[in-house]
Every structure is written in structure tokens, then in C-alpha cells.
């Protein structure tokens, strides 16, 4: 997905953005917010299990303006919403059919943090 999106930022000619890949508790640490600083949108697609409580932590605590949210399983997105609800709305959903005929459903959610 990275290597699509930095391909696809390339054929439009957008150079006002970085990409980073890997688990969310060891790339956006204390060090990382040092050297980049901090996102003005974090994208996130967990496993089905949701975002692990210390991520959500994380998330709160370097408080970017939105945040977008990918999952496949609606009960732990709702979970992970719900704790972030203090900083954060919803200002956006959309169900997306990435599999028809199944039962799977990918739920994408725009957060914006509130004033």
C-alpha cells in the first residue's frame, strides 16, 4: 500500500508528503515526533482485533487534526472510537464492499479533532 501511494503522490506530482510503514507502538515515538515532527493526519488499518489500547494512547498524545481510520471489523472500531471520542468526531464514514458476495466490509472513518 505505501509503495501505491507514494507511486500514486509521484504521478500527480505531490511532494508535500512523507509515508511510513510499520507497527504504530515503535514508529511514532518520542524520537520520531523529534526528528519529523508531529502528523497533521495519521492514516491507521489495524488487524481485526483493532488499534492496541497504548496506540490509541499515542494517537491521543500527539493529537494530529484528523485522523483516518481503516478496519475490517466494526465492534473494535467502535471500541477504539469510543476511546477516542474525548478529542476526537466523527466527521465522515463510509462503508466500502471490497469483497462482495462475503460478509466483509471494510468501514473507513474521518476523525477530526475537536476545538
Not at 4 to 18: R, S, Y
Not at 77 to 104: C, E, G, I, S
Request: charged share 20%; glycine share 2%; proline share 5%.
Amino acid at each position: 500500500a505505501i509503495e501505491a501511494a507514494k507511486e500514486n503522490a509521484q504521478l500527480n506530482t505531490i511532494d508535500n508528503v512523507e509515508f511510513y510503514v510499520g507497527d504504530m507502538k515503535t514508529v511514532f515515538n518520542e524520537t520520531f515526533i523529534n526528528q519529523h515532527g508531529s502528523p497533521d493526519v495519521i492514516i491507521t488499518d489495524p488487524p481485526r482485533d483493532g488499534m492496541h489500547k497504548d496506540v490509541v494512547q499515542q494517537i491521543l498524545n500527539i493529537a494530529p487534526q484528523k485522523v483516518v481510520y481503516v478496519s475490517c471489523n466494526s465492534a473494535t472500531q467502535a471500541r477504539d472510537l469510543a476511546l477516542m471520542n474525548d478529542l476526537y468526531k466523527v466527521t465522515q464514514m463510509q462503508p466500502v464492499d471490497m469483497f462482495p458476495q462475503t460478509y466483509h466490509v471494510e468501514n473507513v472513518v474521518l476523525l477530526e479533532r475537536r476545538n
